[in-house]
């Protein structure tokens, strides 16, 4: 049976890494925001999500977080009405990006969050090791 401190670093990690991978995407959501093709025809940047799901280690059966897929976001694309750009269709129309800046900024907030918590976990495992060492040590 493994340490139960040493799984808790691991289950920290594996958080750490997850949302690590899911600020990623949402950076890559707030960079293409104003990002749009060239021509009509072509679709602008479709925002990305990010699924995560749980996943047991074989090896001491503890239950991990791990990014499952990335997708895209089907929703539809903001029209605006702007006749010079290039991939305005001959109503004028530019299609946006689907991406909601205030949205990604709470995303971003609750991935911090839960980086910030695990970061704490790591710390607490990694300070009741110490404590353990040092009260065997005499």
Known sequence: MA???????????????????????VSENIANANSTSLSSEIDPYR????????EIERGSGVSMVKVMDVNVDKSPFVMVHNPSHSAADESG?????????LLE????????????????????ARNLISMTIDMMRG
């Open 105 to 124: 900024m709470a995303d971003m907030r609750e991935t911090l969050r839960s980086y910030e918590a695990n970061m704490q976990a790591v710390k607490q």
């Open 93 to 101: 129309m530019v299609k946006m990006p689907n991406v909601d800046i």
């Open 47 to 54: 925002r990305k999500t990010i699924t995560f799901a749980s």
């Open 3 to 25: 340490d139960p401190l040493q799984q808790s670093l691991t289950i920290s990690g594996a958080g750490m890494s997850a949302e690590t991978q899911r600020l990623r995407i």
